[in-house]
């Protein structure tokens, strides 16, 4: 078996499943912050895929794209918690 | 280090990035209330992605990428306990519901309601003084 | 920190000299330099960073020894059905005072799985962390105090 199988046939379908599983704590999540935290691993294991990804096909170029990713997750869920906190109901 | 090992190395941190990667994800499905959600997924899923980021840096063996490899693993190690840290008190401050089984609640009533500051009463073994004590 | 940077530096001549700008060869020009730095802690009056360097590093390899097993533990309670939690919300008195000590603390504690840091009082003297698996919470706070506390304060002084 190659790396290229190793990662196609198990690692990108385990990611996927966690996806998914992350994405049932989006829809479900009782309340707000819930949401923001499955948001988050949504993001991080998006940058997993991709570096999956780039080992699969070779190309070294998507590493900027799970750079980029992780500078705007922080972003992102900063800027969540923040308007949380600002904002009693919703 | 030959190109067998290498994968074989690859191979290995993919593995171990995934499956902490799929615990997180779980965890966040099984746990019962937001920081328990928190603290088992923030912490797996980032230990998963830093050693995914090994995984390339190993795989391509070039300086200028594994430099950038460590950088991001760097930088996610940095944020990742600051974003947890103001979504946990985002919310609590949201007063999120405690699992049941929670054993105990030193934070509860510590916050002034007006100024929103955080009293820091002190704990257990500094027991405060009885009034009658009179040495200030 | 400008010796740190003074060793970098040798790091990257002793690379330069020998003509090949890898991992190894930087890694290798670092130590070659610390060496330099160490014997020469006298003259350049170096001696705190040339105690602190093994100091960091053994700090590094503890906080990563110990996350992993965190993390297995944490696994293995995500994995198996039954559940045997026993989260608390706990108030931990600083010794720390330093902004710098506290946020390194309180990373240090969010990133081991099973603990999360909360908040910091106003006036800087309590964290509170909310934990996945206390007995007793006296135990579970002289734990932080005595693991990462300490360790956090040796490498400050």
Partial sequence: MTLTDLALYIILPILSVALILAVSRLIRGPKMPDRVVALDLMVTLGMGLIAVYAIATDQAVFLDVATVLALISFLGTTAFAYYLQRRPEA | MSIETADLVTAVLLVIGAFFMFVGAVGVVRMPDLFMRMSATTKSVTLGVSFMLAAVAVHFNELGLGSRAIATIVFVFITAPIAAHMIGRAGYARQVELWHGTIADELRGRYDPETGELISKPPVHHPERLPSDGTD | ?157
Avoid at chain 3, 63 to 75: D, G, I, P, T
Avoid at chain 3, 104 to 114: D, E, Y
Avoid at chain 3, 130 to 157: A, N, P, Q, W
């Fill in chain 3, 1 to 157: 920190m400008t010796f740190f940077l003074l060793n970098v530096l040798l790091a990257l001549a002793w690379a330069a000299l020998t003509g090949q700008l890898t991992p190894e060869n930087l890694i290798g020009g670092f130590l070659v330099g610390y060496a330099l730095l160490a014997f020469s802690r006298r003259a350049l009056g170096c001696t705190s960073y040339v105690t602190k360097v093994p100091k960091v590093i053994s700090f590094i390899l503890y906080f990563a020894v110990e996350l992993f097993r965190a993390n297995l533990r944490v696994a293995f309670e995500v994995l198996t059905p039954r559940q045997r939690m026993r989260p608390a919300i706990v108030a931990i008195p600083l010794d720390i005072r330093r902004d710098l000590e506290i946020t390194l603390l309180a990373s240090l504690i969010t990133l081991t799985p099973g603990t999360l840091s909360l908040d910091v009082s106003s006036d800087r003297r309590v964290l509170y962390v909310h934990s996945m698996y206390v007995d007793d919470i006296d135990v579970f706070r002289r734990e932080i105090k005595d693991g990462f506390e300490r360790r956090v304060k040796e490498l400050f002084t």
